[in-house]
Every structure is written in structure tokens, then in C-alpha cells.
DNA sequence: TCCGAATGAATGAATCATCATTCGTTTCAG
DNA sequence: CTGAAACGAATGATGATTCATTCATTCGGA
């Protein structure tokens, strides 16, 4: 069930006319790049190859002779996002032995990475019911990979009685959207504050408790239904 | 710079060549049904206007006598979209006494019509940036309408002490986030829960600590940096 | 009451523009 | 020189939009 061990997933399975390891490499980095630019600003479908083309500054044709297709291109641009995230994560939070230290890293981590790359981020989400479906199931796992890496960090703070033993999963999905929504509230927030404050308030409202002591009597018979 | 007061937007703008309201509103609901069931399978750029026209049992051409264009067709199903939200809120939270009554409602209610509309909010986030910025800006206003509901329950339940005094913007967000995460990341939670446990389960990570006594003791010294 | 305009809805084949993709030609490194 | 790499004009498909036509009414005058 185990997947590949963490290398940059590279090509998955997307083929190329040119034999050169390194050169496909290069190109098609340049030409992901220019794609994610593209896509992120005007969208998949309203993005033409000739525009990536251009932006990329190498001719129509040469695009095909490292990708299949236009979904080819696609799908290798929001791998290449899904990857920095799971790049950039764990290196962030590092080993730090406190787990509270490290939890915390890693959501400030998170949402950094996001922030540099907030157009890729909403990319990932506009897009991805585009691709076929064992891509599309390619990417989820990807996702469900980096949910892992939070869900082990707070699973930690509970072993290490820092955190209450509450729902590790939906604390995971709390925190992944609260991510998550920094890119696709961009509109709301930009401007506002900062990543850093984002994450800091945020994580004060998540971990705190919400309910006064009064608030909790009343709640009680609440959940009792 | 207040806004209509709440008339299911209606029209909006877009014009018809038609000039009977009743049959113009008729006609248009029909359509735009059709539309939210196919832009939401398949998108938006995938889903042809005769696609639409199938589904609606009606031919190309009548589309086109209802609607200026096929993005008039996507703004108006956004907009149905968000107006069903805006409706159903409040309507469903009632006016309960309690406060704390009131805001469990709401959010129980925004997650129970996000269930019934899964397809049609995911269509919301992938598609709303392909419309002309003016309408963009119209659905914003919208979303925030239905923001500053989640934020007025939370506000009362503050005032009526059942609530820390807590960031209210973060919190709210954090609210309609996981309401939306419902329709987001649906391949991950349905089949494993009902929405209401969904909420269940969700407020009670939210509203309750997370950090244990010792966990805050040590996160003070985090914080201050 | 009845009949031939006149109006406005509805149709769907034809038009027209826009790309993805191909492929014959050109470049250039070795 | 030779072959791989790069180019970009030409091709073909697709799909939004138009429009000439049909169909169903309403209406006014006899």
C-alpha cells in the first residue's frame, strides 16, 4: 500500500519525446512554471498552450515533446504544488523535542508555504476535478499525505498530555481548511494582517477554549440530544 | 452601501429578449436548474450549451432568448446557490432565547444545506473566478452576507457570557470554513459520518479546549514570541 | 361567432472563432 | 554531416452564438 518513498514525484507517468533525463527535467520545470502562472491567474480552460508557451518563452511545439497533453501539463503543475507542501513541512518543523513547538512550527509551516503560493494553492482546488480519475486519485493521496504530517504532530501533543485527547482527525481538518482558507479567502485577508498574525490568532481561537464555564453547564444538555 | 434588501436577487442584470416576468422567472429557473446539475458534475468550460439544453428539455436556441450569454447562465446558478444559503439560515435558527441554542441551529443549518447542495457549492469555489469582476464582487457581498450571520450568533453568545470574549472574525471563518469543508473534502467524510454528527463532532473540537493546563502553561511562553 | 393577420416563443441547423494537436522544416551541437 | 531538439504554420474539432423558420397564441374587424 506504501507508495514511493519521497522523490519529488517527478514524472508519474507522463511521457516525453526527448531521452535526456536532466534536459526534460529543466524544460519541463520551465514550462510548469509558466503553466502554474498561467493557470492560477486566468484558470485551466481559459489558459491556452500557446499562451504557456509564450510566458515559458519556447515555441507551441516544444511543449508536446515533454507532455502528452494539455491535462498532462495540468497535472504536473498542481503536483508540483502538492509536493512543496510536503517538502516544506516537515523540514520547517524540524525535530524540536517539544511538541508543542513542533505542532506549532508545522502550522505556521504550512500556511507560509501557502502564502508563497497562494494562486498554485487555488489552482490545486479549481482544478483537480479536471483530471482523470486515477489522477485525481493521485493527488488526494498526496493531500491525505500531508494531512498525516499534522495529524501527527497533534497526536504527539496528546501523547505528551500537552493537547486533550479530542478528535485527531477533525482537529486535522480544522487545521488543514484554516490553512487552506488563507489562499482561498486571499480577498478577505490580504491586507488585514499578516501570515504570521493569520496564524497566531488563529491558533489562539483553535486551542483555546470557546465556552465560559457557564457556557459549558448549558451546553451539556445540548449534546445529551 | 447597504444593498437590496434580500429579494432572491432575481435577475441581477442579466436581460432576456423575453418580456413576460412570470414566464421569463419560470423559464429561467428551469435552465439554471439544469445548469447546476451539469456545471456542477462537469464544470463549467466542460459542460456545453446544449448539454444545458438537454437537461432542461429545451432547445439551444430558447437559452439564448433567457440569457445574454453562457456566463449569464453561471452567475445566475452561483447566485441561486448562495441565495438558498441565505435563506435557509436564518430561517432554521429561528428565535430561540438562547444564544447559545441559536448558534448550534446555524450552524447545524448552514452544514445541513451545504449537504443538499454539495455539487453546487463545490461549483461555487472552482467557478466563481471565471465571471466578470463586478459580478465576482456581487457574490463576495454575498458570502459575506452570510458571514456576518455566523458572526451575529457568535456575538450574542459572547455578550450573553456563554462565550470567551475570542476573535470573532477567526472564529467566524473558522465556522464557515468547516461548514464548507463539508462539501470541500466530501470524498473524505461521507459514508464515514452523517452531517450531523459531522457537526457534532466539529463543534465540540472548536468550541472546547484543546490545550490542556500544561499544554497552556507552556504555550505561554511561545507566544510572547 | 369566426377568420386572417400579427405578435412573440421556440426550434435547431449553419456560422464562425477558438484552440489543441500535428508535422514538415529549420537549427545546431557534436 | 547527422540526428536530436526546436519551431510555428496548417489542420481539424469543438462549441458558443446567430438567425431563418415554424408554431402557437391573441386580437380586431366583419
Not at 485551466?44 to 516544444?62: E, F, K
Not at 491535462?71 to 520547517?92: G, H, N, T
Not at 486535522?172 to 488563507?182: G, K, L, N
Not at 498574525?197 to 453547564?217: C, H, K, S, W
Request: charged fraction near 25%.
Amino acid at each position: 500500500m506504501a507508495v514511493n518513498p519521497r522523490t519529488r514525484t517527478a514524472s508519474a507517468g507522463v511521457k516525453s519525446k526527448v531521452e535526456d533525463r536532466a534536459l526534460v527535467d529543466r524544460r519541463r520545470r520551465q514550462i510548469v512554471n509558466a503553466a502554474i502562472e498561467r493557470f492560477g491567474k486566468r484558470g485551466y480552460h481559459a489558459t491556452t498552450i500557446s499562451d504557456i508557451a509564450q510566458r515559458a518563452g519556447v515555441s507551441v511545439g516544444l511543449i508536446y515533446q515533454y507532455f502528452g497533453d494539455k491535462e498532462d501539463v495540468l497535472f504536473l503543475a498542481i503536483l508540483e504544488v502538492l509536493d512543496s507542501y510536503l517538502e516544506q513541512i516537515p523540514s520547517s518543523a524540524g525535530s524540536s523535542g517539544d511538541p508543542l513547538e513542533r505542532f506549532r512550527a508545522a502550522v505556521h509551516a504550512y500556511c507560509r508555504v501557502i502564502d508563497a503560493n497562494v494562486d498554485a494553492t487555488v489552482l490545486a482546488y479549481r482544478e483537480t476535478k479536471s483530471l482523470r480519475k486515477v489522477r485525481r486519485n493521485l493527488i488526494k493521496q498526496k493531500e491525505h499525505e500531508t494531512n498525516a504530517l499534522i495529524a501527527a504532530c497533534i497526536s504527539d501533543c496528546i501523547r505528551a498530555g500537552l493537547f486533550e485527547k479530542i478528535d485527531i482527525e477533525l482537529l486535522t481538518y480544522q487545521i488543514v481548511m484554516f490553512a487552506h482558507a488563507w489562499a482561498l479567502k486571499a480577498w478577505h485577508f490580504r491586507g488585514k494582517m499578516s501570515v504570521g498574525q493569520y496564524v497566531d490568532r488563529g491558533l489562539a481561537v483553535m486551542l483555546n477554549r470557546v465556552l465560559t464555564p457557564r457556557g459549558q453547564r448549558e451546553r451539556a444538555p445540548l449534546r445529551a440530544r
